[in-house]
């Protein structure tokens, strides 16, 4: 993702890292991010998905500035995927939230649920042309029937239908997290739990009074 920033002070040095969120749940939500609801995704569109990351993992446990502590955590509680290039948008797709849900296995509960994009998926088959989301083994899991986890997980590559949908963490609309190694010469924020769409185009910054 873009942004734009201005300087106007050679002290302050603003990193504005992505705009992630949420799990379209409240920031207390839990891990298993799949809801009982209609089995269809509504004004789904087709793609593929597998899985990568350690067992019960997060992915990728450490992107984009991101702790591994606020990966496992609300409002990301592992709920993650890298995108392919149609998802992934050389960067300017980063914190959009999606609804995913599978039918193609008979390991697959149906049951939609929502995630966000906090990486790239990159080379083959992720770049094969089709909208690809590689999940963290805990989102892929997550749309098992239950018992039925390592079935699916055994599938690998796996036909799903997906939805954009707003990012939505009730009683936040964005938040700004200081990044280790911040010191009075050097500013780094991460933008955190950005509501709507989540994937910021532009971030300006000004110097405040006093």
């Known amino acids: 993702m873009s942004f734009s920033l201005r300087h106007p002070s050679s002290l302050l040095i603003f990193i504005a890292l992505f705009g992630f969120l949420s799990l379209f749940r409240p920031c207390a939500c839990s891990s298993r991010n799949f809801l009982n609801t209609s089995a269809a995704?509504?004004?789904?569109?087709?793609?593929?998905?597998?899985?990568?990351?350690?067992?019960?993992?997060?992915?990728?446990?450490?992107?984009?500035?991101?702790?591994?502590?606020?990966?496992?955590?609300a409002p990301f509680s592992s709920m993650i995927a890298a995108g392919g290039p149609s998802l992934y948008k050389s960067?300017?797709?980063?914190?959009?939230?999606?609804?995913?849900?599978?039918?193609?296995?008979?390991?697959?509960?149906?049951?939609?649920g929502t995630l966000v994009i906090t990486d790239e998926c990159p080379g083959s088959p992720c770049a094969s042309g089709a909208v690809y989301f590689d999940l963290s083994e805990t989102a892929f899991w997550a749309m098992a029937k239950p018992g039925q986890e390592e079935t699916l997980r055994a599938a690998g590559a796996i036909q799903v239908q997906f939805s954009t949908v707003p990012c939505s963490c009730p009683g936040v609309n964005v938040a700004f997290k200081v990044v280790a190694g911040s010191y009075a010469h050097y500013l780094a924020v991460l933008i955190i739990n950005e509501a709507g769409n989540g994937d910021l185009a532009a971030v300006d910054e000004q110097q405040g009074s006093g």
Do not use: M
Not at 50 to 70: K, L, N, Q, V
Not at 91 to 112: D, E, F, H, I, L
């Open 91 to 112: 960067g300017k797709g980063r914190g959009a939230c999606y609804q995913v849900s599978c039918t193609s296995n008979a390991a697959c509960s149906g049951n939609p």
């Open 41 to 73: 995704v509504l004004g789904a569109s087709p793609a593929e998905a597998t899985w990568y990351g350690s067992a019960h993992g997060a992915g990728s446990d450490g992107i984009c500035e991101i702790t591994r502590e606020i990966v496992f955590t």
